[in-house]
């Protein structure tokens, strides 16, 4: 059938509609889920960021983030306080943008509430899952137990191993041998039968603090060169700015409490030390590069100082209080109440979605929530430690863990 005024679809599996007032961006969920909202196109990465934690009904945001890939096929965080749309057509390789994890605790006992839990949670195993978190062969298996109990509940629902082959239990392309995965996808369904009866959120605790413990837990890097010239892995992690060398030196740290600043300089990134005169520089790829690198290490800097003074979230008798993710600096964020499928947000543009109510104008925690869809639920319930969503109440579903790409792989940071 002829569209309108003689319009033409080009033959693609998607399309993102836009025009000049709006923008339909499609974001991936760390469970693999797609979801779209309609933003106005001088919305910012912090207003979208914030209509996904509604559509979660997730409150602690400030651990999580959005990213897309570049043009170079890297990851890149969105700069939550520019407009969207502007980085993604001068940066990105595609329209998508991803959900996820940007600050690591040093534990995952300080999080709050089962939802943050569950999140941060899905962020590990993807980590793991991608090749970003190395393990052994035995620690694989002790996750895999966990994670399978966490997904889909106990042993008895459905028959064992062969179950177990339908889906990714260990990290992709890493067993090369069948008969050692064969082994070792015994071994998880022997420990999956020994985790029946354990609730889905104490398995994934325990698949948390495990991961916690592991190297690369909470790390990001990029290719970069020494002063001296020598090719480097430079990178952030909960301890500080590290420097890993392809030779085997050991990885050198620069503690979050020596350094005083961070700058750059066209490609170059440099350390200003709390006991050196002189800074300890860095070059990297480029220009954007450098720029990057600065943002995201000042930002985690930041991160760091508040987390330590225990003032990241604040309990009162009306919930959490929390920094903002944009500069962690700013003053608690405040949400308005909840309301329909479509909402408002503060730049006055409009946006919608399935399932979400309104993003309004700044009110107080009394009301409403606007992390849920239903407005009886409100703020001081579902700032609640122990108050559960209403998507994980079906959350044991017979479908493959999201799919583990070697192109996704190839294109995620070090």
């Given at each position: 059938m002829p569209l309108p005024f003689?319009?033409?679809?080009?033959?693609?599996?998607?399309?993102?509609?836009?025009?000049?007032?709006?923008?339909?961006?499609?974001?991936q969920l760390l469970n693999g889920e797609f979801v779209e909202f309609t933003l106005s196109v001088e919305s910012t990465g912090q207003e979208c960021l914030e209509a996904v934690a509604q559509r979660l009904e997730l409150r602690e945001i400030t651990y999580f983030s959005l990213w897309y890939f570049n043009k170079q096929n890297q990851q890149r965080w969105i700069d939550l306080e520019k407009p969207l749309k502007k980085q993604l057509d001068k940066y990105g390789l595609e329209p998508t943008v991803y959900f996820g994890v940007v600050f690591y605790v040093p534990t995952v006992g300080q999080l709050q509430q089962e939802i943050t839990r569950y999140q941060y949670y899905l962020q590990l195993k993807k980590d793991v899952l991608e090749g970003r978190i190395p393990c052994s062969i035995e620690q694989a298996i002790r996750l895999a137990g966990l994670a399978v109990q966490a997904d889909f509940g106990d042993f008895n629902r459905y028959d064992s191993q062969e179950f177990l082959q339908k889906f990714v239990l260990f990290p992709i392309g890493w067993i090369q041998d069948e008969r050692v995965l064969e082994e070792a996808t015994q071994k998880v369904a022997v420990l999956y039968q020994n985790y029946r009866g354990l609730p889905a959120p104490e398995a994934e605790m325990l698949y948390m603090q495990e991961v916690e413990k592991m190297e690369g837990y909470g790390q990001e890097s990029t290719p970069a060169k020494d002063s001296q010239g020598t090719d480097i892995l430079l990178g952030a992690c909960l301890d500080g700015i590290f420097v890993k060398h392809k030779n085997g030196r050991p990885p050198l740290v620069?503690?979050?409490?020596?350094?005083?600043?961070?700058?750059?300089?066209?490609?170059?990134?440099?350390?200003?030390?709390?006991?050196?005169?002189?800074?300890?520089?860095f070059q990297t790829e480029d220009l954007e590069t450098s720029k990057y690198v600065c943002r995201m290490c000042l930002a985690r800097h930041k991160f760091y100082k508040i987390n330590k003074s225990n003032n990241l979230y604040m309990n009162s008798q009306h919930g959490y209080y929390y920094h903002s993710q944009t500069s962690l600096d700013r003053s608690p964020l405040e949400y308005g109440n909840s309301g329909g499928g479509n909402g408002r947000l503060r730049n006055g543009s409009v946006y919608s979605a399935h399932s979400t109510s309104s993003l309004t104008n700044p009110q107080h925690y009394m009301q409403p929530s606007p992390m849920s869809s239903n407005p009886s639920i409100t703020g001081s319930d579902i700032t609640r430690p122990d108050y559960v969503p209403s998507h994980r109440h079906n959350r044991f579903t017979m479908t493959p863990w999201p799919p583990v790409t070697e192109r996704n792989v190839a294109r995620r940071p070090q």
């Open positions: 003689g319009l033409k679809l080009k033959r693609t599996r998607r399309y993102t509609v836009s025009s000049k007032s709006c923008l339909v961006t499609r974001i620069f503690k979050w409490n020596e350094i005083n600043n961070m700058t750059h300089n066209k490609s170059f990134f440099a350390l200003e030390l709390t006991n050196k005169e002189e800074s300890v520089q």
